[in-house]
């Protein structure tokens, strides 16, 4: 099984050259991370690139593990929070956007926003895809997460994953081997056999696309339903403001939001963050505060609930980057 090699002494300037020289990616130095972010916050990465094929994704994940250079996926910035401090290492910004369709089949690199996915399947006449309108991420990050709304999640569509695994191999694995569950897959788990070492610097294993098997509908019906969406998000999302998405998880036989909004939470601020009036379980950024504020109001709103209603949310928006101290950094 081949490993990841042995970390370098981090020299930003000497690799952002060697990957312009091998990749032919450019690369930036100490790039500012909030305006990647639906959040809007994040202090810098080290080093930072964007890729736009699935060329450039696999070589620069292979060259990352080969090197031992901590690094970090980013696809629209959604459902994550980075940290003040920011990101140390190599931040991979994910937008290889390459899709087509065969038949009922629909195929996705990584970097296919899900928004756009849905469109494009609707104007096949594909019917599927359309909760992907209220996912403000990628194919890749909705993989990872089993994103859902709308009463449907990845696992209902999803026929297969392409993914680099912990070995370096390219495979494509089943629906029945993506280990879907509630806001959760095989990827966001480290599989026993993978080398410690790899699993300390990145992802043991890296989705690059995604094949879906939809139904054949007409185009006016399936845009019914995505204006009937957007009109629901309209009505009960904050659109338009800072914000990662849902927080939490909803608990089983219940709903985050409600729990949130029946401990009295809605409305609460610390600092620039507020619990948005409009969906408990959105925090949003409306006053541009550092991420810290973020993370306060969230573990503020999580005891709260656990206090009143005795039930421990668990979050479902990831806090990214380097928490250190992060409770007495401004």
């Not at 959040?39 to 690139?49: E, I």
């Amino acid at each position: 099984m081949a490993s990841a090699g042995r970390a370098a002494p981090f020299d930003p300037i000497a690799l952002g050259t060697e990957i312009q020289r091998r990749i032919g990616v450019k690369t930036s130095r100490d790039e500012p991370l909030a305006r990647f972010t639906t959040m809007r916050v994040g202090g810098p990465a080290d080093l930072f690139l964007t890729v736009h094929n699935g060329f450039e994704l696999r070589a620069i994940v292979r060259f990352a593990r080969a090197r031992g250079l901590p690094h970090v996926l980013l696809g629209r910035g959604s459902d994550v929070v980075i940290s003040d401090r920011g990101i140390r290492g190599l931040v991979i910004q994910v937008r290889a956007e390459g899709s087509r369709l065969e038949g009922d089949r629909y195929h996705a690199e990584a970097g296919v926003p899900m928004a756009r996915a849905a469109t494009e399947t609707q104007q096949a006449g594909l019917s599927g895809l359309e909760f992907g309108l209220a996912i403000p991420g990628t194919v890749g990050g909705a993989v990872w997460a089993n994103a859902g709304a709308h009463d449907s999640e990845m696992r209902t569509v999803v026929e297969s994953a392409d993914a680099i695994l912990a070995d370096g191999r390219e495979v494509r694995l089943p629906l029945d081997e993506l280990g879907f569950a509630y806001r959760d897959s095989r990827f966001k788990h480290v599989p026993p056999d993978a080398p410690p070492d790899l699993a300390a610097i990145g992802p043991a294993e890296v989705v690059i696309g995604a094949r879906f098997r939809l139904t054949p509908a007409e185009p006016d019906e399936i845009k019914a339903r995505l204006d009937a969406i957007r009109r629901w998000r309209q009505a009960h999302q904050p659109l338009g403001i800072p914000s990662a998405g849902s927080v939490f998880r909803n608990p089983p036989g219940d709903s985050a939001g409600r729990l949130i909004d029946a401990a009295g939470l809605k409305g609460t601020r610390m600092g620039g963050a507020s619990v948005s009036e409009k969906h408990a379980n959105f925090i949003v950024n409306d006053q541009r505060g550092p991420a810290a504020d973020v993370r306060r109001l969230a573990e503020h709103v999580r005891a709260v609930v656990e206090h009143q209603h005795g039930v421990r949310l668990e979050f479902e928006v990831e806090f990214v980057g380097d928490w250190t101290d992060w409770e007495i950094t401004p």
